[in-house]
T-cell receptor, first 112, second 113 residues
Framework: DQQVKQNSPSLSVQEGRISILNCDYT??????FLWYKKYPAEGPTFLIS???IKDKNEDGRFTVFLNKSAKHLSLHIVPSQPGDSAVYFC???????????WGAGTKLIIKP | SAVISQKPSRDICQRGTSLTIQCQVD?????MFWYRQQPGQSLTLIATANQGSEATYESGFVIDKFPISRPNLTFSTLTVSNMSPEDSSIYLC??????????FGSGTQLSVL
């Protein structure tokens, strides 16, 4: 039972355009969501997070949107740069236990 | 934040053998975890490494297969025992430093022949 789903295994975007990565979840008890970025041969690194009391959080070129009614979140990267090429993981947790449940990841490829 | 050194970075092992992965953190941390990422899959928590006591394993993972040591607040090892090709994965050490965010080591790419 996948509680966190990233339905697109890969995404290809032109440099300078917007990249939109999507994530769906099934557990209505999740109230904290994170995005991690992973380069080959490296561990995942924290990118941005959002709590359920917000519907948007922005950090530079990265914005995460949360739609609680749809149990959906998305990560927007504007403008996309070649260094953004990586695998992006969505993760969610219930604040009480802090255990993160992970999606399978989306490989983002930025084309020059 | 935390700097995590994990080794080996990769290994190729024969079926039936065991491999021990080491994780060293540059500061004392309470919460230390071991994850597995099988090809094309999400990160799956294997266990929480507890300092001074037995590790807490998630459903589907057992101590005989994945023994874990945590002798102090900066170091832990994970052993993958009696390996089979199904154990071919990336194994990741991670720590939490006071909030929900996790920091990860660079991972161990394990291939079992």
């Amino acid at each position: 039972d996948q509680q966190v789903k990233q339905n697109s295994p890969s995404l290809s975007v032109q440099e300078g355009r917007i990249s939109i990565l999507n994530c769906d979840y099934t557990n209505s008890m999740f109230d904290y969501f994170l995005w991690y970025k992973k380069y080959p041969a490296e561990g995942p690194t924290f990118l941005i997070s959002i709590s359920s009391i917000k519907d948007k959080n922005e950090d530079g070129r990265f914005t995460v949107f949360l739609n609680k009614s749809a149990k959906h979140l998305s990560l927007h990267i504007v403008p996309s740069q070649p260094g953004d090429s990586a695998v992006y993981f969505c993760a969610a947790s219930e604040v009480e236990n802090y255990q993160l449940i992970w999606g399978a990841g989306t490989k983002l490829i930025i084309k020059p | 934040s935390a700097v995590i050194s994990q080794k080996p970075s990769r290994d190729i092992c024969q079926r039936g053998t065991s491999l021990t992965i080491q994780c060293q953190v540059d500061s004392q941390v309470t919460m230390m975890f071991w994850y597995r990422q099988q090809p094309g899959q999400s990160l799956t928590l294997i266990a929480t490494a507890n300092q001074g006591s037995e590790a807490t394993y998630e459903s589907g993972f057992v101590i005989d297969k994945f023994p874990i040591s945590r002798p102090n607040l900066t170091f832990s090892t994970l052993t993958v025992s009696n390996m089979s090709p199904e154990d071919s994965s990336i194994y990741l050490c991670s720590v939490r430093t006071g909030n929900e965010k996790l920091f990860f080591g660079s991972g161990t790419q394990l291939s079992v022949l």
